[in-house]
């Protein structure tokens, strides 16, 4: 079973999201959480094969979480998601170590064909 977190302060996107995941199977939606403290405590308690992270979120930014969550020991893979696809962000993003960068407004399909390799990967 390949565990995924979800983190999005819109609630539309994490429904959106967990639609999306809901249709392939061997996927399970471990978790969600609307801002960054509570994304960094989900993460780090339920320790997720992938995460799926906005950029702009309450509290914590997601840089700020990727950062946290890319120190610790196996980290899980993170897959940044923003509203804001420019190439400054998009490279913030894989220096600071994310596995992937989507758009929001045109991309949630590559959200499923991400998820998709990562379980052929497996």
Same mark, same amino acid.
């Given at each position: 079973m390949l565990r995924v977190y979800i983190v999005d302060d819109s609630q539309a996107?994490?429904?959106?999201?967990?639609?999306?995941?809901a249709g392939l199977e061997g996927v399970e939606v471990a978790g969600m959480a609307a801002d960054g403290e509570a994304a960094m405590a989900g993460i780090a308690a339920l320790r997720p094969d992938a995460v799926f992270l906005d950029i702009n979120l309450p509290g914590r930014n997601g840089l700020e979480v990727l950062r946290a969550v890319k120190a610790a020991p196996s980290p899980p893979r993170v897959y940044m998601l923003t509203n804001y696809p420019h190439p400054l962000y998009w490279k913030k993003c894989m220096? &600071?170590?994310?596995d992937g960068f989507f758009d929001k407004t045109a991309e949630f399909h590559r959200v499923v064909e991400t998820v998709r &390799?990562?379980?052929r990967s497996r």
């Amino acid at each position: 079973m390949l565990r995924v977190y979800i983190v999005d302060d819109s609630q539309a996107v994490r429904e959106r999201l967990v639609e999306l995941l809901a249709g392939l199977e061997g996927v399970e939606v471990a978790g969600m959480a609307a801002d960054g403290e509570a994304a960094m405590a989900g993460i780090a308690a339920l320790r997720p094969d992938a995460v799926f992270l906005d950029i702009n979120l309450p509290g914590r930014n997601g840089l700020e979480v990727l950062r946290a969550v890319k120190a610790a020991p196996s980290p899980p893979r993170v897959y940044m998601l923003t509203n804001y696809p420019h190439p400054l962000y998009w490279k913030k993003c894989m220096d &600071e170590g994310a596995d992937g960068f989507f758009d929001k407004t045109a991309e949630f399909h590559r959200v499923v064909e991400t998820v998709r &390799e990562l379980l052929r990967s497996r």
